[in-house]
């Protein structure tokens, strides 16, 4: 039960900080493309490939890879993001933003994992 708590804990933590991060973005980049759900996404597969090799203790995980990464990385944002850009026509948009986002994922996820090693 305590694992639970903190994962939701560190979940809290992580939707935090990617809601400061994207309105930031917001701001501060261009609304053309979707720096923002990027930049979280491929630091989070950075972070999470890091954190695996490192090996630290399954309560520490819970609450830093499944909590805090969690939370801060988005799926569901991503996703919606790339069907706008289909529908809005924009292909060449579209895929760039999806070979970056799950192509850098899995090289950045990879990078993580090695120099965490």
């Given amino acids: 039960m305590i ?3 903190y994962i939701g804990l560190g979940a809290s933590l992580g939707a935090i900080s990617r809601y400061a991060i994207t309105n930031f973005g917001k701001k501060h980049w261009s609304h053309v493309f979707p720096f923002a759900t990027l ?3 491929l630091s989070g597969a950075f972070i999470l490939g ?3 090799a490192k090996q630290v203790s399954p309560v ?3 609450f830093l890879g499944t909590g805090i990464l969690g939370g801060y ?3 569901s ?3 919606t993001e790339l069907i706008g850009q289909l529908k809005d026509k924009k292909i060449r948009r579209f ?4 070979i970056l986002s799950y192509a850098g994922g899995l090289i950045l ?3 993580g994992y090695f120099l965490g090693k």
Avoid: E, G, R
């Fill in 95 to 98: 895929l760039l933003y999806l």
């Fill in 50 to 52: 890091f954190l695996f």
């Fill in 60 to 62: 520490i995980y819970a």
């Fill in 3 to 5: 694992t639970a708590l």
């Fill in 39 to 41: 930049l979280i996404n």
């Fill in 77 to 79: 944002t991503l996703n």
């Fill in 109 to 111: 996820v990879f990078a």
């Fill in 73 to 75: 990385t988005t799926f």
